[in-house]
């Protein structure tokens, strides 16, 4: 069932009152994709069942002409979501309705504000070569701004043996020409080169100051669409190499012409209260036998202080390990139970 409008559009079923063929203004832009070299026999109702794979659909509109009431060859689709329509871009673009490569792109997109001057030039094409064939071979070096156009007689529609293709950059172009260039597709040798500019004598694209308005133009696009970063941190910075006496305090870098702080004074030594004695100094050797009276500490035992020693008391002193106290003769010289002891200076 279709109602046909003021434009020559019609409702489908379950869309309600969304009418197809609406003015461009009532449209959402972004959300419209432009649908070109549609064929005279493809109709509003072919084109709703292939777009509608991609996703909802608001409406169709086929401008017409006001005398043979035929479509023009273009179209406009509009979704319900931007996404759907880059995605119908994606996959629907140069399929081909009635043995024609329909073309797609965003209605909103200016077909001059990508255009750099990276244009080439494809000749001595196949018969058998389309604009779909075109597509797939030489978007694989960039971004193809327009659907390549092949030139075809205007009567017949074959193809006149030669087409162009329009690329977003001037390294996209030199790399398809260097890796394009006397290749052979379907079997015949083509050539790719940089197209001539139109109204000059001669002149290709690809010139220097082509070269130098596309960078230009890069740059400011790039400085532009820059996101905001008022409140993001910025990117981590590798760790520095600080020369030795340029730190500052807890290894932060110094400051440059800020005075180094000051060294911490060295670890002194615990001293001992006035009224109290320094305490003995180990010997390193073997210390003198203890004076009439000395005695040793049983072993084991820890020897008092020399503060805790009686007034007048001998210091005491210790032996090396394993030898007697003085007087006592060494273990192995120690005569048997029952027997005397040897004499002595023996």
């Given at each position: 069932m279709s109602v046909s409008g003021t434009a020559g559009g019609r409702i489908a079923p379950g869309v309600g009152a969304n009418l197809i063929g609406q003015h461009a203004h009532d449209r959402n832009q972004d959300a419209t994709v432009y649908v070109g070299n549609l064929d005279p026999q493809v109709t509003e109702e072919l084109v709703w069942e292939l777009f509608t794979q991609a996703g909802p659909i608001v409406n169709v509109y086929l401008p017409k002409d006001r005398v043979t009431n035929n479509h023009q060859g273009y179209g406009f689709v509009e979704y319900r979501a931007e996404e759907d329509a880059d995605y119908s871009i994606k996959v629907l673009n140069m399929v081909k309705l009635y043995g024609k490569a329909i073309r797609i792109n965003k209605a909103s997109q200016d077909k001059n504000s990508n255009e750099v001057g990276a244009n080439l030039f494809i000749g001595n094409l196949d018969p058998e070569v389309d604009e779909k064939l075109l597509y797939d071979t030489f978007s694989a070096f960039g971004v193809i701004i327009n659907t390549p156009k092949l030139m075809r007689d205007p009567d017949t529609g074959n193809s006149k043996g030669f087409g162009f293709v329009s690329y977003d950059c001037f390294e996209a172009s030199d790399a398809a020409i260097e890796a394009m260039n006397g290749q052979y597709l379907c079997n015949r040798q083509i050539t790719v080169s940089y197209a001539y500019k139109k109204d000059t004598k001669g002149e290709r694209h690809g010139t220097p100051a082509e070269r130098l308005l596309a960078a230009q133009r890069r740059a400011n696009l790039s400085e532009k669409s820059r996101p905001h970063t008022l409140f993001a941190t910025g990117p981590k910075q590798q760790p520095q190499h600080i020369p030795e006496g340029q730190q500052g305090g807890y290894g932060a870098?110094?400051?440059?012409?800020?005075?180094?702080?000051?060294?911490?004074?060295?670890?002194?030594?615990?001293?001992?209260?006035?009224?109290?004695p320094p305490p003995p100094v180990a010997p390193w050797h073997l210390p003198p036998p203890p004076a009439a009276g000395g005695y040793y500490p049983p072993p084991g035992m820890p020897a008092p202080p020399p503060w805790a020693m009686p007034p007048g008391a001998p210091p005491m002193y210790f032996p090396p390990y394993g030898m007697p106290p003085p007087g006592m003769p060494p273990p192995y010289m120690m005569p048997p139970p029952g027997m005397p002891a040897p004499p002595p200076g023996y």
């Open positions: 870098p110094a400051a440059a012409g800020a005075p180094l702080p000051p060294a911490p004074p060295p670890l002194s030594q615990p001293t001992m209260p006035p009224s109290m």
